[in-house]
């Protein structure tokens, strides 16, 4: 189980890198998605893979026969947040799209590119 989760992590983690370094505003949305969901995969199995465990702490039993509640909670912090982050990056890619009619990311900017594109 823990492989397989860590193969997933290397997979989403490697498939974002690829998209973000892409010119186009959508893949870099895309990557930023799958980055938030290798960060909550990994946050998940910081907490262990413990199964048919109490997440409470119950009197008499060994601190080792318990999963961590933690990681779930910052999961679903991080779910929230990425949410919000990908709708402003989607709504930023929109207004792009709408004043220079193309979806490329621009890293070259110059002042005279943006002058010209405003007019």
């Not at 498939?15 to 892409?22: E, I, K, N």
């Not at 009197?59 to 999961?75: E, W």
Request: a negative charge; proline letters at 4%; charged letters at 15%.
């Amino acid at each position: 189980m823990e492989l397989l989760l860590a193969t997933a992590i290397g997979v989403f983690t490697a498939a974002g890198v690829f998209l973000v370094l892409r010119p186009r505003t959508f893949s870099v949305v895309m990557g930023m998605s799958f980055l938030t969901y290798a960060i909550n995969f990994f946050l998940v199995s910081v907490g262990r893979l413990a199964i048919n465990q109490p997440d409470i702490l119950v009197k008499g039993r060994d601190l080792t026969q318990y999963a961590d509640p933690v990681p779930p909670a910052l999961v679903l912090t991080s779910i929230v947040i990425s949410f919000g982050m990908t709708a402003i990056m989607v709504v930023m890619g929109v207004r792009g799209f709408f004043e220079n009619n193309s979806d490329h990311v621009n890293i070259d900017a110059t002042e005279e590119s943006i002058a010209r594109s405003r007019e």
